[in-house]
């Protein structure tokens, strides 16, 4: 319970009951909104209208005003004509969630929703949001054709994370009226760990095929490149790596050490992780993966329970980033 509710009961019981309402939709990836999901609702603006219509009303029955019965009928027109046309901007609209990219925990997922219209005529003013958020992202859907927003919002926690409830609005053309639908989307988004922002040195490699380590190798950064010799294949030369030295000013080319790289191999290992909490070491082993990923280094990765076989590329960085994500 946050501090606002803990100090308004009031906030805490309609979001309560409002939580309780968004339970009962049933979750989909797509949604087509219809009579049955898209409600109405005057907004403040069409509440003074109508009071200033009652008014207008009383005042010209009082005095016997014609141009007052013009002037009162006409606005009462102008204003229903508006209900109809904000309800049938979303009404027949079709809404679809493609599938979330994964993120890290802390950073902003975002929500790549598609709007298709089959009428012909342009549908203006449409918005997104998160429920429970006001940041929204407005557009207009074209005539038999589809558009696509983005909605971002904040995972709370690591692992698959449920996408959020979603409203759909306008209030085009007068504003006098608030139409929306709520959509509870059914994806899942994946949340990596949060990398340690100034993690350790990567581990010491370990000797291939079990043995002792090499105190020298233990005593240094398992890196497995070494510097650029005459006679190098490119093959061998680590771009990412060398492209990061250039950008430092020392512009010499890094290679791959097969020696090394043969000899040992790379282990990011839970239990080596330091004496961390376990979300810390799922934080330290995660940013161990993105630079051994950065190096193109070949690595493997030992949880409790599960193995990760040593490999490189972006194939072994997604399998290393669920296990930690999802362990």
């Known amino acids: 319970m946050t501090a606002l509710t803990r100090r308004n009961p009031v906030s805490h ?24 999901n898209v409600y109405i609702l005057p907004t403040r603006a069409g509440l003074m209208l109508g009071a200033t219509l009652v008014v207008l009303l009383v005042a010209s029955i009082n005095y016997q005003l014609n141009l007052g019965y013009l002037l009162t009928f006409l606005l009462t027109g102008c204003g229903l004509v508006s209900m109809y046309v904000c309800h049938a901007t ?17 950073a902003s997922a975002t929500l790549e929703v598609q709007l298709a219209s089959r009428r012909r005529t342009v549908r203006y003013g449409v918005g997104l949001t998160t429920a429970g958020e006001r940041r929204w992202a407005w557009t207009d859907v074209p005539a038999q054709g589809s558009t696509t ?33 709520i959509w509870r989307p059914a994806a899942r988004v994946l949340v990596y760990p949060a990398p340690e922002p100034r993690a350790p040195a990567l581990p ?11 105190p020298l190798m233990a005593s240094t950064e398992f890196d497995g490149a070494r510097a650029y010799r005459r006679g190098d294949p490119a093959r061998l030369v680590l771009w990412k790596k060398a492209a990061k030295t250039l950008a430092g000013g ?4 890094v290679s791959r050490d097969t020696e090394r790289a043969q000899a040992n191999e790379l282990w990011l290992d839970f239990a080596q992780a330091g004496a961390l909490p376990a979300e810390q070491r799922l934080s330290r082993l995660c940013a161990w993966v993105l630079r051994a990923d950065g190096l193109n280094l070949r690595y493997g990765l030992r949880l ?17 980033l669920e296990a930690l994500a999802l362990c």
């Open 13 to 36: 019981l309609a979001a309560r009951a409002r939580q309780w309402w968004h339970n009962r939709i049933a979750p989909s990836d797509t949604i087509v909104l219809r009579q049955r």
């Open 90 to 106: 979303l009404r027949g609209l079709t809404l679809n969630l493609a599938a979330p990219s994964p993120c890290f925990l802390g």
């Open 149 to 181: 927003l983005r909605i971002a919002f904040q995972p709370a926690g690591r692992g698959l994370q449920q996408a959020p409830t979603l409203i759909a609005e306008t209030r085009y053309p007068l504003g006098t009226f608030r139409v929306w639908s």
């Open 204 to 214: 010491p490699g370990e000797p291939r095929g079990g043995g002792r380590v090499d």
């Open 250 to 253: 020392s512009g010499e080319l």
């Open 304 to 320: 409790p329970g599960l193995t990760v076989t040593p490999a490189s590329g972006d194939a072994q960085r997604r399998r290393c």
